[in-house]
């Protein structure tokens, strides 16, 4: 085993990496010992038990999730132009629909992405009302879209397939 020195923030990197690409079970100290070629007395330095590595891997996202809604709160341009720009980011996002599945499992893990996409549905109906539609089922709608596209298995990209229903729920305002 390699002796070099991991930090708290590169274990919850590879348990962020593990859990996108297997799944929360690979988010167990021996496993990710393995991949990062350490021992798993360096895992449990940083963390007291596998749960306190779960609780941080689910505190980073939920951190970055929130931060990247707050830059988006910060963005310039239209209304329409910030809508598409979101969706463009929350498609692109490859930890979401592991945190979605892990949190079929997880009561904790399911409040705080409740948490997230409240957030993400408020700035959503914002940017909507701005744009003259009011009816929070769109905003709904669209925080929907967002989350299911990346999983249907069609011919169109989910960002194009996300710009259409943009512009249809724009033409009926």
């Not at 910060?74 to 930890?95: N, V």
């Not at 409740?114 to 929070?136: C, F, K, Q, S, W």
């Not at 929907?144 to 249809?168: K, N, R, S």
Request: glycine share 8%.
């Amino acid at each position: 085993m390699a002796t070099q020195r991991l930090t708290r923030q590169k274990w919850i990197d590879a348990g962020l990496r593990a859990l996108v690409a297997t799944g929360p079970a690979a988010l167990a100290a021996e496993p990710l010992a393995r991949e990062l070629k350490a021992t798993k007395g360096s895992f449990y330095w940083h963390f007291k038990d596998v749960p306190a590595l779960h609780e941080a891997v689910l505190r980073d996202w939920q951190s970055r999730a929130l931060l990247r809604l707050a830059t988006a709160l910060e963005d310039t341009g239209t209304a329409e132009d910030r809508l598409r720009r979101f969706g463009q980011t929350m498609l692109q996002d490859s930890e979401d629909p592991a945190f979605r599945s892990w949190a079929q499992t997880s009561p904790h893990v399911a409040a705080a992405l409740a948490d997230v996409d409240g957030e993400r549905l408020t700035y959503i109906g914002n940017l909507l009302a701005h744009l003259g539609v009011g009816n929070p089922d769109f905003a709904q709608g669209c925080l929907a879209a967002l989350i299911g596209l990346p999983q249907v298995q069609g011919t169109t990209d989910p960002q194009d397939a996300f710009g259409t229903m943009i512009d249809m729920v724009l033409a009926l305002k």
